[in-house]
């Protein structure tokens, strides 16, 4: 099955600081690559995605870089805010198996 | 549109009993993928259902068990619990595959003592 690593597994940033979470996959066939952002006691929520034929995408504070030939995607948060403190994880979708494997989360604390 | 619902919230059952979580996808969406969330093993695949069919099963004991009904609903079994089965429990619809924006439900919070 896929391996997926995620690092940091915790990141604290003042506030404006930008922040970079990286997420590693063994699988080479994998072509999706999604962010999902999971405030305390509340659902995971899709805050980006990208497909494996695009190397960058942006939607204002976030984006996520592609780089397929080291196996890795990761999420950049510009201008952080204390609302976006919460849990952030990667689940790259195996191309064979159409099987997400989430990494184990990076917890985000931006302080104020 | 509304999101997607499960039902129940929150479960309390002891070792050896079976419990039934219930999925209700966002109006429209065929795929249905539930998740056990855990501190230890973090987000982990259960299985997708798509038109009443399994399509893709994680590496779960066949105690845990699911289906589909035509109108895209999604229940989930698990048989002679385990304390180890406490978890929280997700599910959540795209519209036709998981390679898709998924849709997570608020989840069942279930504790098995």
């Known amino acids: 099955g896929e391996n997926v690593e995620q690092h940091p597994s915790t990141l604290s940033v003042q506030e404006g600081d930008s922040a970079v979470i990286k997420c590693t996959y063994s699988?080479?066939?994998?072509?999706?690559f999604p962010w999902y952002k999971q405030e305390l006691g509340k659902r995971p929520q899709l805050i980006i995605d990208?497909?494996?034929?695009?190397g960058e995408k942006k939607d204002q504070r976030i984006a996520v870089t592609l780089n397929k030939t080291a196996k890795h995607f990761s999420l950049h948060i510009t201008e952080t805010q204390p609302e976006d403190s919460a849990v952030y994880f990667c689940a790259p979708l195996s191309g064979g198996s159409y099987i997400p494997t989430f990494g184990r989360g990076t917890s985000l604390i931006v302080h104020p | 549109k509304a999101g997607v619902t499960q039902t129940p919230r929150y479960l309390i059952k002891t070792r050896g009993q079976q419990v039934t979580l219930s999925c209700s996808p966002i109006?429209?969406?065929?795929?249905v993928s539930w998740y056990q969330q855990t501190p230890g093993q973090g987000l982990q695949f259960l299985f997708e259902?798509?038109?009443?069919?399994?399509?893709n099963k994680g590496n779960f004991p066949g105690r845990f068990s699911g289906r589909q009904f035509s109108n895209s609903r999604s229940e989930m079994n698990v048989s002679t619990l385990e304390l180890g089965d406490s978890a929280l429990y997700l599910c959540a619809s795209s519209l036709l595959t998981s390679s898709e924006t998924q849709y997570f439900g608020p989840g069942t919070r279930l504790l098995v003592l």
């Open positions: 990208i497909r494996s034929n695009v």
């Open positions: 109006s429209g969406h065929r795929s």
């Open positions: 259902y798509f038109s009443e069919t399994q399509r």
């Open positions: 699988d080479s066939a994998s072509n999706y």
